[in-house]
């Protein structure tokens, strides 16, 4: 999945022959998922039209302060297009919008756009050759990345000039390309490698039957995609579950039982910086397996159990460097219930869920859980989506590794 997914992107298009790319820019950013709106200078409505790029962007275009087609004049309101943006990127970035974005000129929509936005602002600069290496346009890329604009560098080939040489906007696939690179490689947790487990393990009783419980995976599902998003590599101990990850950059390792996912997670823990036990583990497994299918005859059964291993205490009691979360499911005594947990399973944080919390728990969409870490620290959450939940829980993560 690109980094772009999701993302809410500015594209401001200047009036240069190379403007007529950015058709396929916009089509390029709507394929990787991100939502596009388009500002466009004047000039720049000469090389392509407002209606392509509307159309592909699925969204109207904005080029002037006022929309004046109709009596009822509405003011395009540059401040709130600005703060919209998740990203700016203006491609292509002639040499005049270029100095005007120096010089905070905001005789356009465009520029007045530019100076209200907080996100970062990518800009693609297209000129001919001489332009391009002109002492002002050098001037004005180093004055435009000293206030913190990202350039994307013109490319070399042939130019509307007829001449050949550096100048030319960057492909708008090449442009794709530099902004998820860029973005990728400032993601809080890239560079971070981390185990989650996910979902109920089935211990088998024979053949056909099994002990289990009502976890869907769902929690554990959330927190992979969300820290797979946030950059992070993921490996994904999963139980028996219906759950299919989003991202496909997450490594899934299919597991049944307890035995199965301890084996699992034994075999990756050395090597992640971060381990998240999600799942909700037999703490009981038959002692013994029947080979065949147990059939019906006595009035009364009872099968002996014996203990699965915990994986999260084993987890704990090997740990160097991890930062290791564990979940509690409590119903009465909960924070203190927790608090032993953390100092039996050696945990850095806890996430407590209390059954005694409406919307929280099994085979809910929701969550209401409380953070407590290793030095007691309770710190409540609101009840909200599992999403959400896993969002607090991967703040903490990033919170962690400062
Ligand atoms: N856990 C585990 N392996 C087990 C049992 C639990 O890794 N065999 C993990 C769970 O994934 C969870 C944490 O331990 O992160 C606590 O699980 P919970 O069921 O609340 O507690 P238990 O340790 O099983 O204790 P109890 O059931 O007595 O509350």
């Known amino acids: 999945m690109s980094v772009l997914n999701g993302k809410k992107v500015l594209l401001g298009v200047s009036g240069g022959i190379a403007a007529y790319k950015t058709a396929s820019l916009v089509r390029l950013f709507i394929k990787a998922g991100a939502h596009v709106q388009v500002i466009m200078t004047p000039a720049s409505k000469d090389f392509v039209t407002p209606l392509t790029l509307s159309t592909l962007s699925k969204n109207p275009v904005h080029s002037s302060f006022f929309n004046t087609d109709d009596e009822n004049a509405v003011w395009n309101n540059h401040v709130d297009l600005a703060l919209w943006a998740d990203l700016m990127l203006i491609a292509p970035a002639t040499a005049n919008t270029l100095s005007k974005m120096v010089t905070g000129n905001s005789d356009n929509l465009l520029i007045a756009t530019y100076l209200s936005a907080k996100c970062p602002v990518y800009f693609a600069p297209a000129m001919d050759l001489d332009m391009y290496k002109?002492?002002?346009?050098?001037?004005?890329?180093?004055?435009?990345?000293?206030?913190?604009?990202?350039?994307?560098?013109?490319?070399?080939?042939?130019?509307?000039?007829?001449?050949?040489?550096?100048?030319?906007?960057?492909?708008?696939?090449?442009?794709?390309?530099?902004?998820?690179?860029?973005?990728?490689?400032?993601?809080?947790?890239?560079?971070?490698?981390?185990?989650?487990?996910?979902?109920?393990?089935?211990?088998?009783?024979?053949?056909?039957?099994?002990?289990?419980?009502?976890?869907?995976?769902?929690?554990?599902?959330?927190?992979?995609?969300?820290?797979?998003?946030?950059?992070?590599?993921?490996?994904?101990?999963?139980?028996?579950?219906?759950?299919?990850?989003?991202?496909?950059?997450?490594?899934?390792?299919?597991?049944?039982?307890?035995?199965?996912?301890?084996?699992?997670?034994?075999?990756?823990?050395?090597?992640?910086?971060?381990?998240?036990?999600?799942?909700?583990?037999?703490?009981?497994?038959?002692?013994?397996?029947?080979?065949?299918?147990?059939?019906?005859?006595?009035?009364?059964?009872?099968?002996?159990?014996?203990?699965?291993?915990?994986?999260?205490?084993?987890?704990?009691?090997?740990?160097?460097?991890?930062?290791?979360?564990?979940?509690?499911?409590?119903?009465?005594?909960?924070?203190?219930?927790?608090?032993?947990?953390?100092?039996?399973?050696?945990?850095?944080?806890?996430?407590?869920?209390s059954l005694q919390d409406e919307g929280a728990g099994f085979k809910k969409e929701t969550n209401k859980v409380t953070f407590i870490d290793k030095n007691f620290n309770i710190e409540p959450m609101e009840l909200k989506s599992k999403e959400a939940v896993a969002t607090d829980i991967l703040r903490k993560v990033i919170e962690h590794f400062g």
């Not at 004055?143 to 001449?163: D, H, R, T, W, Y």
């Not at 769902?218 to 490996?235: Q, R, Y």
């Not at 979940?327 to 953390?342: G, R, V, Y």
């Open 134 to 353: 002109h002492p002002s346009s050098l001037q004005s890329f180093d004055s435009l990345k000293q206030f913190g604009n990202i350039m994307i560098p013109a490319e070399n080939g042939e130019l509307a000039s007829g001449l050949s040489g550096e100048g030319r906007m960057a492909e708008p696939e090449n442009i794709i390309a530099f902004l998820e690179a860029d973005l990728e490689s400032k993601l809080p947790l890239k560079g971070k490698k981390i185990l989650i487990t996910a979902g109920p393990t089935y211990e088998a009783i024979d053949p056909v039957r099994f002990i289990g419980n009502h976890s869907s995976g769902k929690m554990g599902f959330d927190i992979a995609n969300e820290a797979a998003k946030l950059g992070a590599k993921v490996i994904l101990i999963a139980g028996p579950t219906h759950f299919k990850v989003k991202n496909s950059s997450v490594e899934v390792v299919n597991v049944v039982s307890a035995q199965e996912m301890y084996d699992a997670c034994h075999q990756h823990y050395n090597d992640v910086d971060v381990a998240i036990a999600a799942a909700a583990v037999a703490d009981y497994k038959p002692k013994v397996v029947a080979l065949q299918k147990i059939k019906k005859a006595a009035d009364e059964f009872s099968i002996e159990l014996e203990k699965t291993k915990d994986i999260l205490a084993s987890l704990g009691t090997i740990k160097k460097n991890q930062f290791l979360i564990g979940f509690a499911l409590e119903t009465q005594n909960e924070i203190e219930n927790a608090k032993l947990k953390i100092q039996k399973k050696n945990l850095d944080l806890i996430v407590l869920n």
